[in-house]
Structures are given as C-alpha cells and as structure tokens.
C-alpha cells in the first residue's frame, strides 16, 4: 500500500514540475514578445471609445487613417522611383528649385507665382542677392526627414528619429530648443519662411533687426528658404532678410525659391488631383524631398484638431496653439495625398510615437 502511495506521490510531483516547466515558458515567450520592435507603426487603440463632439467630417478621415497606418509600411521601389523620376523630368528641381546666378541672370523677368502676368526685371542689384551655386547638387540623397508643425508632434518622442536623418527640412521658422528636442529634434538643412512672417513677426525688419538675427541663431548654418516672387509684396521684403543675415554676419545665408519651380509644380500635382488651393509650404518641401533623396519620412504633418489614436485635442502648433487657417491651402487634401503615397509605400508618414530603432 505504502508503495503504491509513493508512486503516485512521485507521479504527481513529476505533473507538477512539468506543468510549471511548461507555464515558466509560456510567461518567458510573453514577456520575449512584449519587447519586439515589429519596425512598423503603432497598433491603434482598439478599446478608444469614439468621442461624441468629433469634428465634422473627421470621423470617416480618421478611420481611413487608422486602417491604413495600421498596417506594417513598407516601401515600394517601384512605386517610389517613378514618382522621382517623373518630378525630375517634369519639374526640374535640380536645377530650377533655387533662384541662382546662374539660371537667373541679370535683364531677365521674374513672373510671380501668384499674382497674375506681373513680372520683375532682375537689375544688378537684385542679382547680388541670387546664390552663387545651386542649393542641391545632382545626386540622390539617402534619408530625408520633412517636419511640419502640427501639434500631433507634442510626446512624440520623434527628435531622434528626425536628428538621425541625412537631409532634414522644416518648415515656417518653427520653435527649436525650448525643451522642443525630444519630440522634434534640432537638426536643420533646410528651413523655409513665408515672406509674411517676417512682417508678422519682425515689423519687415523696417526698425529693430537683430530679433531676427538672433532668431535664425537655432538653426545654424543651415539655408533660409524664402519665397521671395509670389507675390509683388514679398520682394522688399525678402531683401531686407538678405541684407539683415549679411549686415548681421549670420551664418545662415537666405535662398529664393524659383517661381518658374512652382509653377511647375503645381501643374504636376494639379494632373494627378491636387486642384485646391496654392500649394503650402509643406508640398513644395515633400515634392523637393522626393525628387532629391531615396528615402522620404514626414513628421508633423496633421491638420486635424483630434489625434488619430488617442482622439485627444490636438493643436495647431506643436509650440503655440495658433487659428489654423485654410483661406490660401487646401490642407484636407494634402494630407490625403500624403496617406495615399504613404499606403503605396513611396513616403513614410509619422502620426503616431516613435518607437527607438524603427526608421
């Protein structure tokens, strides 16, 4: 009896190790999985309840967007190579991008891009404030990072991502530093400023110029792009910034965007949809991005007031919460063209947290 006692005893010791053994597996591949990077964006939250006061139309958005940015992204060779190659031979960028001494001489007309037939004669005093060289020279760059404003980009944790690429352009002098770095980076290549900021801002430095000096100060030795010939206006303008950053000895020395590019530009996006509204800042940015380097990321780039995921307010400005306003651009619509090109794995678009090592 005693014998047969202790077998089972030890029979049931031997079930017990071995359903442990199997349930310390078990734990140890769900905590191995919990740590995977998958490389791809975050999951949305299937447990977010839909909020009663979502913005008008942003319901049916937001779901598209949810469905696609779900999904792992991967790029498309294909895809993404035609696109390049059809704004190359389409839009010049190249060559046509940046207004130079060389593509601009003096005697010739400048039309602005956006005031009817009006043109400007170059005199030689126009002339001495063109690059002397082209701002991209004819190679393809790897990585580029295209950063918008949006409030979507506020504990994102995207800095690194955006510091970590080649090539990194932003967009309408946007706040560096300020305890900024961690959701957007300091890294500058490229930043773009609309003629109206420096009215806005800096009373079109017509008295007090060193703020805007020390406001460049941030971004280095980077370029100041300036779209010095959309409007007539934004001539003065422009050349006063030219002259500020050269009286100031700025490091940052300021381009002109070519209004010959634009047109283009919009004559390509306008074939394939895109019929509302100037094009922003942001399109001329992506639209260079693509032609000029293998890999496109954007960042920033949420027009909406109601975060994808977290359906939490979202501001304007990842660094103000400014009225957005669409009179000019057709900012809806841009940001369809951005989803579609992400899903057809030509861009990667950031709307989520970054996640370290992912790119």
Avoid at 326 to 334: G, Q, T, V
């Amino acid at each position: 009896m005693k014998g047969q006692i202790s077998k089972s005893f030890i029979t049931l010791m031997i079930t017990v190790l071995c359903l442990g053994s199997l349930l310390i597996t078990a734990l140890w591949i769900i905590v191995d999985n919990s740590k995977m990077d998958t490389h791809g964006p975050p999951s949305p939250k299937k447990n977010t309840r839909w909020p009663s006061d979502l913005c008008k139309g942003c319901r049916a958005l937001i779901e598209k967007v949810r469905g696609s940015y779900s999904k792992t992204w991967k790029k498309q060779e294909g895809n993404s190579k035609k696109l390049s190659s059809q704004l190359r031979s389409q839009c010049h960028g190249f060559d046509k991008a940046i207004i130079t001494q060389a593509n601009t001489p003096v005697g010739s007309k400048i039309m602005f891009s956006l005031e009817g037939r009006k043109t400007l004669q170059v005199t030689p005093e126009i002339f001495s404030t063109f690059s002397k060289e082209n701002l991209f020279q004819n190679k393809t760059l790897d990585t580029c990072a295209v950063v918008g404003n949006s409030g979507i980009l506020s504990k994102s944790s995207c800095g690194e991502m955006i510091d970590s690429a080649q090539f990194v352009i932003r967009c309408n002098l946007p706040a560096l530093g300020k305890g900024y770095e961690k959701d957007v980076g300091i890294k500058t290549d490229i930043v773009t400023a609309n003629p109206s900021i420096i009215w806005k801002n800096f009373g079109d430095l017509e008295r007090r110029r060193r703020p805007f000096v020390e406001s460049l100060r941030i971004y280095g030795n980077s370029r100041l792009l300036l779209p010095a010939f959309t409007f007539a206006r934004d001539v003065p303008r422009s050349l006063r910034a030219v002259y500020t950053a050269e009286d100031f000895e700025s490091p940052m020395r300021p381009v002109f965007l070519n209004p010959d590019y634009i047109r283009s530009l919009t004559l390509f996006w306008s074939s394939r949809g895109q019929r509302k509204g100037a094009l922003s800042s942001g399109l001329k940015m992506v639209s260079l991005a693509l032609e000029h380097c293998a890999n496109v990321h954007l960042y920033g780039f949420w027009p909406f007031t109601i975060h994808p995921f977290e359906f939490n307010a979202v501001n304007n400005h990842y660094f103000d919460n400014g009225t957005a306003s669409w009179l000019l651009h057709a900012m809806p619509d841009e940001f369809d063209l951005w989803l579609k090109m992400h899903s057809q794995g030509v861009l990667r678009l950031h709307l989520g947290k970054c996640q370290p090592g992912t790119n």
